[in-house]
């Protein structure tokens, strides 16, 4: 019997490296798994094109897989991938995936804002990470620095008033969403979560309460069991392991 695969996506201005919590975890469950950059990040360099269907595509040439976790941006490009080409993903889990992007509106501000934050130090990036754990800040330290910082303003210019509701309300893979409290930071409004989930039977939407854009960093423990129980509904055997 073939060993599962899973793929890792994470979000923007982050690395690989900022998804090692599930490398452990689905490795724990008998996963191959592979944690993979996107465009401009992770040291990948310049790209001609930033939008998400660019971005998507690079998924999709990531190769299929039983299992695709994407977080933030990463699960927003898992969104729009997994509903181009739904055998590209087994299952599909979405941690607080980014369906609605900045508003035009809104872009000067948060270019600004995200600029500001790349120019943080070291001491000031775990300081920024200090109520995780530290290999959450050593993970951002080494994502600015192979960032391609063009890339920031590219992906934001690119994706102006994007949303991916309507490609998430299309999904035919199994798919959870784990998502924090909008109130806590959480990028999913109650509003847009429940129409997704309501919309589509494929689609399971689970709250972590108390924690924000990050329910991973906030809530590990919370996050594995739903996600660790999902998985065990779906797939018995390597999922209802216990965790090593």
Not at 39 to 53: E, T, V
Not at 144 to 168: F, K, Q, T
Not at 170 to 184: N, R
Request: hydrophobic fraction near 45%.
């Amino acid at each position: 019997m073939s060993t599962a695969t899973a793929l890792l996506l994470h979000g923007f201005t982050n690395s690989p490296a900022s998804m090692w919590r599930f490398r452990e975890w689905l490795a724990g469950l008998g996963y191959e798994v592979e944690a993979k950059a996107q465009l401009g990040h992770g040291g990948r360099g310049a790209a001609a094109d930033y939008s998400l269907a660019a971005l998507a595509a690079d998924n999709l040439a990531m190769g299929d897989h039983d299992l695709v976790i994407g977080y933030s941006m990463g699960g927003a490009t898992a969104t729009l991938a997994a509903a181009r080409r739904p055998e590209w993903a087994g299952r599909l889990v979405l941690v607080d995936p980014a369906w609605r992007f900045t508003t035009t509106e809104e872009a000067a501000a948060v270019k600004q804002e995200e600029l500001a934050a790349l120019d943080r130090d070291a001491d000031e990036i775990r300081a920024a990470y200090s109520a995780w754990d530290e290999r959450d800040g050593a993970a951002k330290i080494q994502a600015v620095a192979d960032l391609w910082r063009p890339a920031v303003e590219g992906i934001i210019d690119a994706n102006l008033d994007a949303d991916l509701r309507d490609a998430a309300r299309t999904l035919a893979v199994p798919t959870l969403v784990i998502c924090g409290d909008p109130a806590a930071g959480s990028t999913v409004t109650h509003a847009d979560g429940d129409a997704v989930a309501s919309a589509n039977p494929n689609v399971r939407l689970v709250r972590i309460a108390g924690a924000g854009h990050s329910p991973h960093r906030d809530d590990p423990e919370a996050v594995w069991q739903a996600l660790a129980g999902w998985l065990a509904e779906l797939l018995p055997g390597p999922a209802d392991q216990s965790r090593k």
